[in-house]
Structures are given as C-alpha cells and as structure tokens.
C-alpha cells in the first residue's frame, strides 16, 4: 500500500515535471526544491527513488538511441528521429553511439522499443534458420 | 393182471358151485377175497397195522425229511434269490461303474480339452503379448535412434551455422572499412525511413 502511495505520487511529479510532454529541467529543479522543503529525509528516500525511475524511463522515451557500426551522418541520425517523431507522435532526439561489433547497419531503442537493422543480427538470424 | 386172473378163477369156481354164499357183485368180491385166503379180521388187522406204521413213518421220516427237504428247498429258493439279487446288484453295480466311467471319461475328455484350449489360449496370449511389447520397443528403439539422429544433425548443424556465422562475422568485421559501413548505414536509414 505504501509503494502503491509512493509511485502514486512518483508519478504525478513527473507530470509536474513535463513542460510541453517533455522533461523540462527547470520543472524537475522547481519539484526538487517543493519536496526537499515539504517532506522529511526519511519520506524523501524512497519517492525520489520512484521519480528517478520515471524521469529516466520519461528521458528514454524521448531519445533515440542509435547504436551504428561504422560511421553515420548526423543527417542520417536526424532522418531515423525525424521518422519516429511521426511514428511515435511525440518529439524524439538522436544519441548516437558507435558500435562495430554490429558490423554493419544501426539499432535504434525509444523507451522499450526496439529496432535493429544491423548485419550482425541478419547473420543471428541466418544462424537460426540453418541451425 | 394177476387180479383178472384170480377174478376169472373166482367166476369159474362159482360157477362150478351154484348157491353158494351171498349173490350180487359184492358177494363175488367177499367171496373171491376168501378164496385168496383174505378174511375180515385178518384185514383189519393189517389196515390198522398198516395205518400205524404209515403214521409213525409219516411223523418220525417223512415229516422230518419233508420239513429238511422244504428247509434246503426254501434255503436254494432264498439263495437263489440272494444270488439273483446280488447278480441284479452286481449288474446294477457294473452299470453304475461302467456310467461313472464314461462320465468320469468324458469329464476327463472336457477338463483336458479345456486344459489345453487354455494353454492354448495363454500360449496365444503369451505370444501376442510378447509381439507387442517386442514391436514397442523396437518402435521405441527406433524412436529413440530417430530422436538421436534428429538431435546430432540439429546439433551438427547449429555447430556447423555457428561457425560458419562466426567466421563471416570475423571476415565483415576485418574487411568491412568506413566507406562499406557508411553505405551500409545509409541503405539501412533509407529503409527505416520508408
């Protein structure tokens, strides 16, 4: 009952903290402030945890994160979060990262959604469907 | 014959005699038994004799010898009936044996046949029994020979995909250069987009 209250109140301090359905910086610093002064140490513990949670499952669902090998324009970066922006119905930024392990292609991850477009997972697949 | 004799001579004694004694045919006789010597007293006499040794010879011999003779006659009657009885018995006996024979024959006949029809049947049963567990387990044999095949070729070739997938992921990753990933890059972003 009392994890219930407290992700109860996690969340609507992250919709307190969103200014225009994203994470303001400024509103996060206002709710800090408004909890550091309303609650004491002990409370503070466990909701700051929860809203933690939510500020960075809110931050990921407004990033894309790529991972590519080889090297990748940043016009291409801003073409895969220009398209789920529409897909996703929400504004998406590019955080690119390289990774050659995938050896070719990119994998890009909003929130809990994955795409992955690399040669390395074609090769698994392949794997799979000969195995 | 003897009697016709005397008679004939009476008849021409009395002839030669006319008027003497009584007359009739009873006077004849009375007559012709006198000239035999046979008197009236004398006659008594030996009836009562007689009469009397008939009596004692009835009572002391006859009488005893007729009571054995009629003992041994109703002891032969009785064995003969004890023998009748017992040949009666004895064939009744023989029959009875001889029934108890042929049903005890039969019963025997009926018990074997069905002693063998059921050593007949477990045989069948038995054989039957051991066919289908032989055939279960050769079809479980072969199930299992199967199943192994089927699970070293898989394994085989997984081992065989792995490596070959490990070896082409080693030759991209050593022969792929910026520009073949970068195009690479750019046909993935134009896929995404689409």
Redesign the interface.
Same mark, same amino acid.
């Given at each position: 009952m009392y994890a219930a209250a407290v992700r109860a109140e996690a969340k609507r301090l992250l919709a307190l903290s969103l200014e225009g359905g994203v994470v303001s910086a400024d509103q996060v610093g206002a709710v800090l402030a408004a909890l550091a002064k309303s609650r004491p140490a002990h409370q503070l513990r466990p909701l700051l945890r929860a809203y933690l949670a939510n500020i960075r499952r809110e931050l990921a669902r407004g990033e894309a994160r790529i991972e590519? @090998?080889?090297?990748? @324009?940043p016009a291409?970066a801003d @073409?895969?979060a220009?398209?789920l922006t529409k897909v996703l119905a929400r504004p998406v930024r590019p955080v690119a990262r390289r990774n050659?392990?995938l050896?070719?292609?990119?994998r890009?991850r909003v929130g809990d959604d994955v795409?992955d477009?690399? @040669?390395?997972l074609r090769?698994?697949n392949?794997?799979k469907v000969?195995? | 014959m003897i009697f016709f004799s005397a008679y004939l001579a009476a008849d021409t004694a009395k002839a030669a005699a006319p008027g003497a004694g009584s007359s009739g045919p009873v006077g004849d006789i009375i007559h012709l038994f006198g000239s035999f010597g046979v008197d009236k007293a004398h006659l008594s006499v030996q009836v009562v004799n007689f009469a009397l040794l008939a009596f004692i010879l009835y009572r002391f011999a006859i009488k005893p010898a007729l009571g054995q003779l009629e003992d041994r006659i109703r002891q032969a009657e009785q064995l003969q009936k004890d023998r009748a009885a017992a040949e009666a018995q004895l064939a009744s006996a023989q029959k009875t044996a001889e029934a108890q024979l042929i049903a005890a024959s039969g019963e025997a006949a009926r018990i074997l046949a069905d002693a063998r029809n059921q050593a007949k049947a477990a045989v069948e049963a038995a054989r039957t029994e051991a066919q289908a567990a032989q055939t279960e387990v050769i079809a479980k044999a072969r199930a299992a020979i199967e199943a192994d095949r089927v699970k070293m070729m898989d394994e085989v070739r997984g081992e065989v995909s792995r490596l070959v997938v490990e070896t082409a992921a080693k030759v991209l990753e050593q022969n792929l250069d910026d520009a073949t990933r970068g195009r690479l890059n750019e046909a993935a972003v134009k896929q995404f987009a689409r």
């Open positions: 590519h @090998a080889g090297p990748l @324009a291409d @073409a895969i220009a398209h050659d392990a050896l070719g292609g990119f890009v795409t477009l690399t @040669a390395s090769l698994a392949l794997a000969l195995s | -």
